[in-house]
């Protein structure tokens, strides 16, 4: 489990896959500091698990889920044919729609 005050690489493969998400922890520094127990708490809020700022089983097994989900949709996301890039609307997250 890591929370506020753990340290070190899983931290830091922590805060990369939340920044990946759009769960921005701060630095990517392997320092569990209340940024990134806010993006923790954030994403727990958002994956409908118990918010309590702690990545323990439940909220890494949610994590990961999201991080495949995440690459199925970019992989699936091509750019159109003519070079133009994505389409804006398709890039914006579910929350920018309310």
């Given at each position: 489990?890591?929370?506020?005050?753990?340290?070190?690489?899983?931290v830091e493969k922590l805060q990369e896959s939340l920044k990946r998400i759009g769960f921005g922890p701060?630095?990517?520094?392997?320092?569990?500091?209340?940024?990134?127990?806010?993006?923790?708490?954030?994403?727990?809020?958002?994956?409908?698990?118990?918010?309590?700022?702690?990545?323990?089983?439940?909220?890494?097994?949610?994590?990961?889920?999201?991080?495949?989900?995440?690459?199925?949709?970019?992989?699936?996301?091509?750019?159109?044919?003519?070079?133009?890039?994505?389409?804006?609307?398709?890039?914006?997250?579910?929350?920018?729609?309310?």
């Amino acid at each position: 489990m890591l929370r506020n005050g753990s340290s070190g690489l899983e931290v830091e493969k922590l805060q990369e896959s939340l920044k990946r998400i759009g769960f921005g922890p701060g630095p990517i520094d392997g320092v569990f500091g209340p940024k990134t127990e806010a993006a923790v708490r954030k994403f727990q809020e958002h994956a409908e698990l118990v918010v309590d700022g702690i990545a323990g089983p439940k909220t890494m097994g949610a994590l990961e889920e999201a991080l495949r989900e995440a690459k199925k949709i970019k992989k699936e996301m091509k750019p159109p044919p003519y070079g133009g890039g994505y389409p804006a609307e398709s890039l914006k997250s579910p929350d920018d729609k309310k």
